[in-house]
């Protein structure tokens, strides 16, 4: 089962740069996210959704090799490609997959102006490595399908900034 955590950050760029080491640790095996897109609310009140998967484009790729496949099989490669890149754009951009957009969306609006917020869907986590690297970032926790328990734990790091985290024996292994 996959938890849902939604973290709000005090500018615009900071949940860009956690997404950013977070997909970097999914590289190292401690953490693996379904899904992971980020919300700026700018200066004028907008608020923007930024997937970390562009689905269209994904499709279009997936879509365009097939159809070029099957297309030289019935001697007609561009056709194929043209007609499956096409197909596959349509499929990936009504595909929703991960955290539902029009959640987001609502969650975005109650940002301030000039902030922004992470919506991560993680399903498997390597706990204090992951809360290592983020807690330097801060961040005050929107929402989360964690236990009351975790989700005020991982509360506690944040507002900390991982300054206790750093102090901790456990970590300096």
Do not use: C
Not at 94 to 118: C, H, K, N, P, Y
Not at 154 to 171: A, D, K, W
């Amino acid at each position: 089962m996959s938890d849902l955590i939604a973290i709000a950050y005090d500018d615009e760029f900071k949940a860009e740069e956690v997404r950013l080491t977070l997909a970097k640790l999914q590289k190292e095996h401690l953490i693996e996210m379904e899904d992971a897109a980020v919300v700026v609310k700018d200066k004028n009140g907008k608020v923007k959704l930024k997937q970390a998967i562009d689905l269209t484009t994904a499709g279009a790729m997936s879509g365009g090799f097939w159809g070029l496949l099957i297309g030289t099989l019935f001697l007609v490669p561009l056709f194929g490609a043209a007609v499956g890149a096409t197909t596959g754009a349509i499929s990936g951009a009504l595909s929703d997959i991960g955290v539902d957009d029009e959640f987001m969306r609502e969650l975005g609006e109650s940002l301030q102006s000039e902030t922004s917020a992470l919506f991560v869907l993680v399903s498997k986590v390597t706990p204090d490595k992951v809360l290592e690297e983020i807690a330097p970032y801060g961040g005050k926790v929107l929402r989360t399908s964690l236990t009351k328990d975790k989700e005020a734990e991982l509360q506690e790091v944040l507002s900390r900034r991982g300054i206790e985290l750093e102090n901790t024996p456990e970590m300096a292994n």
